[in-house]
């Protein structure tokens, strides 16, 4: 194709940008959507095949699978499970160690995490059925991030109580958005029905925040928006308890949102002690340590103590 123009070196500048984009249409770039480059639909139910079949999907399958997600007839939850729980992925017959790496890879499209690989580990080895695990990883956050990025429906598989809100943000750095998902698989299994309240939450941003009174804090609340200061937590708290310190920040600030609405009926106090006091039960339902415990049971029994909080002496030493 070629225009004519009076001015030729014009024409020809057309003609370039002309087959230059049409070019450009057969050699895209993936997609990125949430920050995150992504492949194809095709790339999602290649995956699936190639790790938990160990095998390059058949042409039959991959086209059917893929049709079928572009057009929202199947989620991605109704693809796993198909092949999770297919006679072909049964007959691998996995150990549950390999079976869990399998949902990973599948899932996340990464390796597991120490922590949470050994607390899914756990659950497997005293009892817990697999199609309970398999549930946890396709109702995860994580998961459903993972599908936005494809754009296709995460679907929900039923198992654990409560499915997750696609419409919660986690915004931060890659670091950031990983400890949350962990944090949140944790809550999840361990205390579900404060997982339950992130339905209530539109975002859960990484952000740095200051100290008041010479009190530091790690999490902030601002309406249905929860603010956590990953640096400050995890200069203030042993690598191995990060994702537990993480998810008992996660149930005070989720408790914060749900009850916005009684803080003038309330006053700070009581709403600051409802928080304290669900953050300490998850702390104690997720196995946080000790001395992590006996600080959060320590800020409730000095809750009324205007040392203890931001509000200083605006609070009776006697409530």
Not at 74 to 100: C, H, M, P, V
Not at 138 to 155: D, H, K, P, Q
Not at 225 to 250: F, G, Q, R, W
Request: net charge neutral; with cysteine.
């Amino acid at each position: 194709m070629y225009i004519r123009c009076k001015n030729c070196g014009r024409s020809v500048f057309i003609f370039i940008l002309i087959i230059t984009l049409f070019l450009g249409l057969f050699s895209l770039k993936p997609l990125k959507i949430y920050g995150e480059e992504i492949g194809s639909v095709e790339d999602f139910v290649s995956r699936f095949y190639e790790v938990c079949l160990s095998r390059q999907p058949d042409e039959t399958g991959i086209v059917k699978f893929s049709s079928d997600l572009k057009s929202g007839v199947k989620t991605g939850a109704d693809i796993a499970k198909e092949i999770i729980n297919s006679n072909e992925f049964k007959s691998r017959n996995l150990s549950n160690q390999d079976y869990l790496i399998v949902l990973y890879k599948a899932f996340f499209n990464r390796d597991p995490d120490e922590q949470g690989f050994a607390i899914w580990l756990d659950r497997l080895n005293k009892g817990s059925s697999r199609n309970y695990i398999l549930s946890g990883f396709i109702n995860s956050t994580e998961f459903v991030n993972l599908c936005r990025n494809y754009n296709i429906r995460a679907g929900y598989l039923p198992g654990t109580p409560a499915e997750p809100s696609a419409k919660t943000q986690i915004i931060g750095s890659p670091i950031f958005i990983q400890n949350i998902n962990q944090a949140l698989t944790i809550l999840s299994i361990y205390d579900n029905p404060v997982y339950c309240q992130i339905s209530q939450v539109k975002k859960i941003e990484e952000r740095p925040l200051g100290s008041i009174n010479n009190k530091e804090w790690t999490g902030l609340t601002d309406g249905t928006s929860v603010y956590v200061d990953l640096v400050k937590i995890s200069n203030m708290t042993p690598s191995e308890v990060i994702i537990i310190s993480i998810a008992t920040t996660l149930s005070h600030e989720f408790n914060h949102v749900v009850n916005r609405y009684n803080y003038n009926k309330l006053g700070p106090v009581e709403i600051e002690k409802l928080a304290s006091i669900q953050g300490l039960n998850t702390a104690i339902n997720i196995g946080a340590p000790n001395y992590l415990i006996d600080w959060l049971q320590n800020l409730i029994i000095n809750i009324y103590d205007p040392q203890t909080w931001w509000w200083g002496t605006l609070i009776p030493v006697n409530g």
